[in-house]
């Protein structure tokens, strides 16, 4: 097995708020290697995002801190970085895809003048050169016509076709990371699934590292190779995607699956997942999800469960799973 | 008379107009007129002016203008106190307002621009305290400092628009600051950022050409105003000093005899009016073109 690009180790990001200190991020550790595509998935509020922007140092602030924990790019801590090297390692080294294409491009200035940037910043490229290489870039995520692109203004583009500007910039260095947070949210569904056919793509020429944050259950076993499952800012449950899905071992796993229609299927109601999300600034002592856990014991009132290892590559925070 | 068909085509009540109509997009062409006149004459000011604004001649005061009886065309708009042409003063304080209104204002939007930039971009403490800087700033009263200025340091041009400027700047800071605000909430500047952008370079290349707009009415619209803020320092004495010719000044040295010699403060009256007013409508078309959401400056 190849040396992961990313490894994360028991990262911890807290949040401060009026109503108490929330754990956002909370003891999460996981690993990317070259090629390989990473689905995080969860509801709102679990602590996706929130893991993604530890991992680029960009957490709101005040409020929110990195309190410990590792981030390795290729074996380099980037929480020891300072700031200075951040940016330099920020669009060059680890790049990102945020969910909404509407606004994550600059109204006043031409697609042109937004694709050079990233490129003269990253390549310092002067002149024809440069312009040569953003139409190439344009071209590369599969705009028609780049040329003539280059010289419309964001308003001009379809909210697919922004994307996929949003996607050239982002590859623009390339990076070794690409982390894409529910990039497809607001596309409609032809589009998104041309958009994903694009991502698989570009991660298979520049060899990627992708972490693919959704809670889109059916993109996650369309384009992941593993998929960690957030609770409450924890991973819950990890493995390769046929193997989770085939059998998972957390019973928040089982009830994010069995609430996915299926076509054919026939079953009176789709189950929904019992109690309410989470209260974060208030968790209970156990395990974050014993409130609404069908399979709730004595034990897991009590006692947080540690990681047990299910199956070959999978892992689930679950006490049914460690007997 | 109706000859319908039987069977009664349908007749469509007439259709109300389904859109307003749209909002006149047509260049103010008159402002834009009055403003690039005033502006030529200012610049042309020493060809086009008949007499030297500052040559008395005590037998000829309070000569009236060329259309009221006992003027001449030798005073197209009559003289005044010291026998000096208004006409040749009115052409010459142009030079004076225009260059006080740009001047002033552009070194208030500049300044207050930044300072609205960088409280909007950091937030938190730095922001509170260059938002309270702009508050204690805005509740001092533009007058008063320069008249503690003219008392203290001496009437000038220098320090009208120092006087001015040290105040006017808070107005852009809290526009701007508000508008950042907002800037700050979208997409491109988080995306920005991740692609390894610094603070430096999001607030000129995303931030501050975000807010140019906005920077353009208010500039446009507080031209008038400093205008007129000059005038009344003038007016008060605590503006451009004497001999020179300033609108304002201009008028108060007529009012004495607005009875008798009308035109001495009438006309500088006017002018002012016109640039005020021109620059106003401007600053409004501008304003409804760019943006209609921006009422409240």
Redesign the interface.
């Known amino acids: 097995m190849s040396q992961p690009v990313l490894d994360v180790r028991d990262l911890r990001t807290h949040l401060v708020t009026r109503w108490g200190t929330v754990k956002a991020v909370d003891g999460v550790s996981f690993r990317v290697s070259e090629g390989e595509t990473l689905g995080l998935v969860g509801e709102s509020g679990s602590g996706k995002s929130m893991t993604c922007l530890s991992i680029?140092r960009?957490v709101p602030r005040?409020a929110a801190r990195i309190l410990g924990g590792t981030v390795l790019l290729d074996g380099e801590d980037l929480l020891t970085k300072s700031e200075?090297e951040m940016?330099?390692?920020?669009?060059?080294k680890v790049?990102?895809i945020?969910?909404?294409p509407?606004?994550?491009?600059?109204?006043?200035?031409s697609i042109g003048m937004q694709v050079r940037?990233?490129l003269a910043?990253y390549h310092k490229l002067r002149g024809r050169a440069l312009i040569q290489r953003a139409a190439d870039l344009l071209a590369s995520v599969r705009i028609p016509s780049p040329g003539a692109r280059l010289r419309a203004f964001p308003h001009q583009l379809s909210g697919g076709m922004r994307q996929r500007v949003?996607g050239a910039?982002?590859i623009a260095a390339p990076p070794r990371l690409l982390i894409a947070d529910e990039p497809t949210t607001s596309l409609d569904l032809t589009i998104q699934a041309q958009y994903l056919a694009l991502l698989e793509e570009l991660q298979e020429r520049h060899r990627l590292a992708l972490i693919f944050i959704t809670h889109n259950l059916g993109i996650v076993s369309r384009i992941c190779d593993r998929v960690a499952v957030m609770y409450a800012g924890r991973i819950v449950e990890m493995g390769p995607v046929r193997q989770l899905f085939a059998a998972p071992a957390h019973p928040y796993t089982r009830a994010l699956l069995e609430s996915i229609p299926r076509l054919g299927a026939k079953i009176e109601r789709l189950a929904a997942i019992d109690g309410q999300p989470p209260d974060l600034a208030r968790l209970p002592d156990g395990c974050a999800f014993a409130p609404r856990c069908p399979h709730v014991m004595e034990r897991c009132r009590a006692e947080a469960p540690p990681e047990f290892v299910v199956s070959e590559g999978q892992v689930s925070r679950c006490w049914l799973a460690g007997r | 008379m109706s000859a319908e068909p039987a069977g009664g085509a349908l007749v469509l009540p007439e259709a109300a107009p389904a859109v307003a109509a749209p909002r006149d997009r047509r260049l103010p062409t008159i402002s834009l007129g009055i403003i690039a006149t005033f502006v030529l004459v200012a610049i042309l000011a020493p060809l086009l002016s008949p007499a030297d604004p500052h040559d008395q001649s005590l037998r000829n005061r309070f000569k009236p203008p060329v259309w009221e009886e006992g003027g001449s065309w030798k005073y197209p708009l009559g003289t005044d106190r010291l026998g000096r042409d208004m006409l040749s003063r009115i052409i010459w304080g142009s030079r004076i307002s225009l260059a006080a209104g740009v001047i002033t204002v552009l070194l208030a939007s500049a300044f207050g621009a930044a300072v609205g930039l960088v409280a909007g971009y950091y937030g938190g403490r730095v922001d509170a305290a260059l938002m309270r800087m702009t508050d204690a700033t805005m509740s001092f009263p533009v007058i008063l400092l320069a008249l503690i200025l003219a008392v203290t340091v001496g009437p000038s041009f220098t320090n009208v628009v120092v006087a001015i400027a040290v105040i006017l700047w808070a107005r852009y800071a809290r526009v701007i600051r508000g508008q950042v605000l907002t800037l700050m909430q979208l997409d491109f500047i988080a995306q920005a950022r991740v692609a390894g952008a610094g603070a430096g370079r999001i607030i000129t290349r995303h931030l501050f050409p975000n807010t140019l707009n906005t920077l353009v009415v208010l500039v446009t619209l507080q031209i008038g105003y400093v205008i007129i803020l000059e005038a009344s320092l003038s007016f008060l004495g605590a503006g451009i000093p004497p001999p020179t010719p300033a609108w304002g000044s201009m008028i108060a040295e007529g009012r004495e005899f607005v009875t008798s010699a009308w035109w001495v403060s009438m006309f500088p009256g006017l002018a002012i009016l016109l640039v005020v007013l021109a620059f106003n409508l401007l600053g409004d078309w501008l304003r409804d073109t760019f943006d209609p959401k921006l009422r409240q400056l």
């Open positions: 680029v960009l005040p200075p940016q330099r390692i920020r669009g060059r790049a990102m945020l969910q909404d509407m606004s994550s491009l600059n109204p006043v200035f940037e990233p910043m949003v910039m982002a």
